[in-house]
């Protein structure tokens, strides 16, 4: 097994610290490695991190920002495009996404990229996403229910209507109140 990095060993603390100087972009590579080190000694702690090491750290979270980016584009655009379609086509489309993710961890996991440190953070991820999709899609299907009640009930109320002013006309051409009858009965069956 691969020997974790030495960033990797950070605590979690000092490792949001350096994420941080990382993002500030006032802040170069060098000073970030100055300012993480003096916080390992300040702390007691006998590692120090080597420019190499941040270096190569900040490429990878580059490199991960970047897929992260890519991906937001990739989601907004066939969201843009089911968007007006049924809801079972996007399900379909984030559970396809859920399975190419859980596939590339596993992968990455294999190759020594994940480590058993971040694995349960990433496995967390996964979980809360399948949690939100399977939220979403119930929200969806309830949203198709209660459009599918809304015009059956509107179905019947024209429905109802038709019916009603067929009979007014009816009784106003003088049909007996059996024809009426019948000529309702029908309207609704027809129309329900």
């Known amino acids: 097994m691969a020997r974790s990095s030495t960033i990797d060993r950070l605590p979690d603390d000092i490792r949001e610290n350096?994420?941080?100087?990382?993002?500030?972009?006032?802040?170069?590579?060098?000073?970030?490695?100055?300012?993480?080190?003096e916080l390992l000694e300040a702390e007691g702690h006998d590692e120090r991190l080597s420019k190499s090491a941040v270096n190569r750290y900040a490429v990878r979270m580059n490199e991960v920002g970047e897929k992260l980016r890519q991906s937001r584009e990739v989601a907004e655009m066939w969201i843009?495009?089911?968007?007006?379609?049924?809801?079972?086509?996007?399900?379909?489309?984030?559970?396809?996404?859920?399975?190419s993710m859980a596939f590339d961890l596993a992968l990455k996991l294999q190759e020594g990229e994940l480590t058993e440190e971040s694995m349960p953070a990433v496995i967390e991820m996964v979980k809360e996403l399948s949690l939100s999709v399977t939220r979403?899609?119930?929200?969806?299907?309830?949203?198709?229910?209660?459009?599918?009640?809304?015009?059956?009930?509107?179905?019947?109320?024209?429905?109802?209507?038709?019916?009603?002013?067929?009979?007014?006309?009816?009784?106003?051409?003088?049909?007996?109140?059996?024809?009426?009858?019948?000529?309702?009965?029908?309207?609704?069956?027809?129309?329900a």
Request: cysteine-free; overall charge negative.
């Open 80 to 99: 843009a495009k089911l968007g007006a379609q049924p809801q079972g086509q996007m399900g379909h489309l984030v559970n396809e996404m859920l399975r």
């Open 136 to 191: 979403l899609e119930k929200a969806s299907s309830e949203n198709v229910k209660r459009e599918a009640e809304i015009r059956r009930q509107e179905r019947e109320r024209a429905a109802e209507e038709a019916a009603e002013s067929a009979e007014n006309a009816a009784r106003a051409q003088g049909l007996s109140n059996d024809g009426v009858a019948a000529l309702r009965a029908a309207i609704l069956e027809g129309l």
């Open 18 to 37: 350096l994420q941080a100087l990382l993002r500030d972009p006032r802040v170069t590579q060098l000073e970030t490695t100055e300012r993480i080190n």
